[in-house]
Each structure stands twice: as C-alpha cells, then as structure tokens.
C-alpha cells in the first residue's frame, strides 16, 4: 500500500464548478499535511498547508481528519487557471515529505 | 520568499555519461536538501534526504552509487546521475525547507527541476 494515495482523476469541471479531491495517508505519525499544486513539465508549489481545525483560503479550504488519515481539497467557483495537477502531501515533524501521485484537474469553458 | 535554483534545467546526454545536477538555495541556508524523480504522469517519488557535512539518506530501491548526492555547503547540493542509461530519463527536482520564511514548519520549496534525456 502506497504511503500517500489520491483519487488519480482526471477530474473535468466546467467553470464556476465545486470540486473536491481526497487524499489517505497510511501513517500515523504523519504531523504536517500540504496541498501542492503542479502545472504541466513544472515544479510542485505549495497552494496551502492543513491544519487539524481545517482552512480556507479564498476558494480553496482543506480539511483533515486524523481519525481517518484523510485530508480533502475543496475548490469552489473553479476558473480555467486552476487546471492542474494537485498534490496531497505529508511528514512526520521533519522536512521529508511523501506525496501522493497527484489528481489532475481540467476545468473547461 | 525563499527561492530554490536548480541548473540545468534540461540536458541531454549519451548512455553511459555522468550528469550533475545542482540545486542553490538563494536566499536562505539549508541544512537538508531533498532529492525526488518524477516519471511523466507519475508521482513525485522522494531518492534521497541531503545533508550538509553529511552522507545522504537514501529510499528504498534508490542506488547509491548510482545517484551520488553532495552536500557541502549550506547552500548547495548537487545529485549526480552516474552512467547514466535511458531508463534513468526523468524530472528530477530539488527541494528545502526554509520555515522561516514561510512562517510555519516542514514546508518545502522546490527547484525548478531539471529534465534528463538520456540517449
């Protein structure tokens, strides 16, 4: 079993759509948990850490259940420019991090 | 922000050449770097922890004398690739944490990855 699983997508919305993504983490002892976004033949950028009492960020809120080992992604009023692949991505209290293989996301006009 | 160069951002090379890869932190200092390869479509797959003054961490499966990592600055790290073969074709991308800035722990920033084609 992978140490980071996502739905693998591809996720196609139209815009102004309300998506979701998951994410299972297998380990226990994960601490931090991110959200990166990856653009096409680009680098991962961090799009927002989860936090235990879940976050938003304009239209993106995160959530985490520790019980479950599961993080979510919500985006909502999708836009053309938030097609891209997502990361799901977790440590235990040190710099390394694990990630999830991404779900990729088109949004359409 | 904290900035993480990597260089080159691509290459090209002949089976059985060696290719290094260096990755700068910019504006702060890095005590551990991190290594990952990406195959097209597939997931970011951690190599190595790098660390400075140090030998690096390598993953499971990862061969050492394969992918040599340095580590001698704070500043610098550098993953070489050794006789290489057009298997090891990938997106290899460096990262650090530089907490500081961000404001929070363990986030990591990452280069902008250097793309090897071996032929």
């Known amino acids: 079993r992978k140490e980071v699983e996502q739905d693998p997508g591809p996720f196609n919305v139209p815009e102004g759509a309300t998506v979701a993504f998951n994410c299972t983490y297998s380990?226990?002892?994960?601490?931090?948990f991110f959200w990166y976004r990856q653009d096409c033949r680009k680098e991962p950028k961090l799009l927002m850490s989860?936090?235990?009492s879940g976050n938003e960020d304009g239209r993106f809120t995160a959530q985490l259940n520790r019980a479950s080992q599961y993080i979510s992604l919500l985006i909502r009023d999708s836009k053309l420019s938030d097609s891209a692949t997502y990361l799901c991505?977790?440590?235990?209290?040190?710099?390394?991090?694990?990630f999830g293989a991404g779900t990729r996301l088109f949004v359409k006009a | 922000g904290a900035v993480v160069s990597q260089h080159p951002s691509w290459v090209i090379c002949k089976s059985g050449t060696s290719v290094k890869i260096e990755c700068r932190s910019l504006?702060?200092?890095?005590?551990?770097m991190f290594w990952y390869r990406q195959f097209p479509k597939q997931s970011l797959m951690l190599m190595a922890t790098?660390?400075?003054?140090?030998?690096?961490?390598?993953e499971q499966g990862v061969e050492k004398d394969k992918f040599l990592i340095n580590h001698a600055s704070l500043t610098l790290s550098t993953l070489t690739v050794t006789s290489a073969h057009p298997e090891d074709s990938s997106f290899y991308i460096c990262?650090?944490?530089?907490?500081?800035?961000?404001?929070?722990?363990?986030?990591?920033?990452f280069g902008a990855g250097s793309r090897l084609t071996v032929l």
């Open positions: 990262s650090a944490s530089a907490d500081r800035v961000h404001g929070w722990a363990n986030v990591l920033t």
């Open positions: 380990n226990s002892a994960s601490q931090s």
């Open positions: 989860v936090y235990s």
């Open positions: 991505g977790t440590n235990t209290g040190g710099f390394k991090t694990i």
């Open positions: 504006d702060f200092q890095a005590t551990t």
């Open positions: 790098s660390n400075e003054g140090s030998k690096a961490t390598y």
